[in-house]
């Protein structure tokens, strides 16, 4: 398939987000924004939907992670050759940041659909030559954090450079612009330009999709910074629909100008229409891509019995058919996998006899991965000869709370040994590698978060695809998941059915303590029981049936997508 006219002609949707994870070790991630970027144009691209990406590259990328003697995380800047990965777009455009005019180009990656479709994503770059040095370093780094200056000043080259790349491109015909969140929503600022300012005409071509429950994690920016990057290019107009009390909300900015706002899942979604209660707000509950996160026992087995699971995920609802020894024989395979790269890659070397708890995702403090360590003690004696647990993540360089985590993991990991003999490992440098490993190598997939701040999630669908149940707190995609098939995991402490207490129901007593109780009361007496195990394994896998991106973005095509007057595409009924 080549890039022609009609290709171009027929391309009608452009996806922008500031992370899209391709591929491993293509550092255009930080965590699960991108990987769900990823998972959604490996679907689209399955189901030959008619979208090109958008994005940053990052010539450093996010940042390589190791740890020191004392546990502490260590960052390197990563070095990787995207020349030999990309082509590029051969001629530049221009974005005006203050008195410049800087020059972005772009590197052209193809993802390919299952029949060949391709889906092309640009990925943009100020590291062009004719640009000052300093202008170069503009898309060095993933959230850079110098400064606000580098962030805004990347957001305008995804936001107007995006959409000026794809005009100079001759992609003349797209009719939707999907804002995957608000680092994308400068492109708004560039397309009301291009219409001469008619505000329905921008917000008729406009998809926005929020990712952040908590108003904190919105973006702004200072008016006087606004200003001092677009001098007087920013129209008071849009400076109106972003304003949050005297600064510029790039959430605010999307939820204003666009068709169709949604939320990652349905908690989510309720979540986002308090916030903002002046919109409609609808949710597609997020999913990722089955047969890039299979792992290979499981695809083996999943193919014998349903050739084209791989295009109707809808087949694996009857995961219950599947055969027991399969099962036990594919997941013990990924576990022996798991536990001899772990062996290679630290001193403290976990046992395969032992049930295996997993925990991976950003070390984000609301994600508190220090939970179960609460009442140390009787975590050790519960698990003493019984359980063991993994853990992997990031911290961002500038959040010293997620930092001092990565460092009570290693010491609470070293006391649980010493007076216990329960070993507790924490990975280094967390990408989709590890994770492949992770979600499928456990056997079971752990997840504590403060309540209505995980806005979906992700890991956790992956790990159920593979056969491992989840053992959650009931947010995000799980109170979905858990209330689709209560057999295909466990949940921590209480659910959502008392919204006006959600101080008392983010209490590290009470969670830690469900924590503990089923832990001692029902897993492990479950695990125990071959049968009943791998009963509930089956009952987690079935659960991609629906938790899946081929899912999700037919629902985008259907809701936010399709407009009336096109014609229907191939694989959307
Ligand atoms: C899947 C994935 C995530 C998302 O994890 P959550 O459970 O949504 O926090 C983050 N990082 C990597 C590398 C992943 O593969």
Redesign the pocket.
């Known amino acids: 398939m080549e890039i022609n006219e009609s290709f171009k002609n027929d391309t009608t949707v452009a996806y922008i987000s500031m992370e899209i994870g391709v591929d491993s070790n293509i550092p255009t991630y930080s ?2 924004l991108g ?1 769900l970027s990823g998972d959604t144009v490996r679907s689209a691209a399955d189901l030959e939907l008619p979208v090109v990406g958008i994005c940053l590259c990052y010539s450093s990328g996010y940042f390589y992670q190791f740890f020191n003697e004392f546990g502490d995380q260590k960052e390197r800047e990563i070095e990787w050759n995207f020349f030999y990965e990309f082509e590029r777009v051969p001629e530049p455009i221009t974005v005006k940041i203050e008195d410049k005019d800087v020059k972005v180009s772009a590197w052209q990656y193809n993802v390919i659909g299952q029949s060949g479709h391709l889906l092309p994503i640009y990925l943009l770059t100020t590291d062009v030559e004719g640009n000052e040095d300093w202008m170069k370093q503009m898309t060095g780094s993933l959230y850079d954090s110098t400064s606000k200056w580098n962030r805004i000043v990347q957001e305008m080259i995804l936001g107007i450079g995006g959409v000026k790349l794809l005009k100079s491109l001759g992609y003349n015909n797209i009719q939707t612009y999907h804002l995957n969140e608000g680092h994308g929503s400068f492109a708004m600022v560039e397309l009301y330009n291009m219409l001469n300012g008619d505000i329905e005409k921008v917000k008729e071509k406009m998809v926005f999709t929020t990712h952040t429950p908590v108003p904190a994690g919105h973006d702004r920016f200072k008016q006087e910074l606004v200003d001092k990057v677009f001098k007087k290019r920013m129209p008071s107009k849009i400076k109106k629909l972003a304003d949050d009390n005297g600064e510029f909300n790039m959430t605010y900015l999307g939820m204003a100008l666009s068709r169709y706002r949604n939320g990652v899942a349905k908690k989510h979604g309720d979540i986002s229409r308090k916030m903002f209660p002046q919109y409609e707000i609808d949710h597609i509950t997020n999913g990722v891509h089955l047969p890039f996160w299979c792992s290979k026992p499981f695809r083996k087995i999943f193919s014998r019995k349903w050739p084209n699971w791989r295009s109707n995920p809808q087949l694996l609802e009857n995961a219950i058919e599947l055969d027991d020894l399969d099962i036990f024989d594919a997941h013990i395979e990924n576990k022996f996998n798991l536990i001899s790269y772990q062996k290679g890659h630290s001193w403290n070397l976990l046992d395969e006899e032992l049930i295996t708890f997993g925990f991976a ?2 070390f984000a403090t609301y994600k508190r991965a220090v939970l179960i360590f609460h009442e140390i003690d009787r975590l050790g004696k519960i698990c003493k000869n019984a359980v063991q647990f993994i853990f992997a993540g990031k911290a961002h360089p500038k959040d010293q709370m997620g930092k001092d985590y990565i460092k009570e993991i290693h010491e609470a990991g070293e006391y649980l040994y010493n007076n216990y003999g329960v070993k507790v490992v924490m990975m280094e440098n ?3 590698d590890l ?1 492949h490993m992770l979600v499928s190598g456990v056997d079971v997939w752990l ?1 504590t978060p403060d309540r209505y701040r995980e806005a979906s ?4 669908m ?1 790990a159920a695809l593979n056969g491992v149940p989840n053992f959650s707190v009931q947010d995000g995609w799980w109170l979905e998941g858990y209330k689709r098939n209560p057999l295909a995991g466990w949940v921590i402490g209480p659910d959502d059915s008392n919204p006006d207490d959600p101080g008392v129901s983010n209490s590290w007593d009470i969670d830690a303590n469900a924590f503990y109780e089923v832990l001692e009361n029902q897993i492990i007496p479950t695990y125990m029981n071959h049968d009943e195990w791998i009963f509930r394994q089956k009952n987690a896998i079935s659960l991609a049936a629906y938790f899946n991106t081929h899912r999700m973005i037919r629902e985008y095509a259907k809701k936010a997508y399709l407009l009336k007057k096109q014609t229907r595409w191939k694989y959307i009924s």
């Open positions: 965590g699960g990987v995702r950003r967390y990408n989709m994770s997840n999630g992700t890991s956790g992956k």
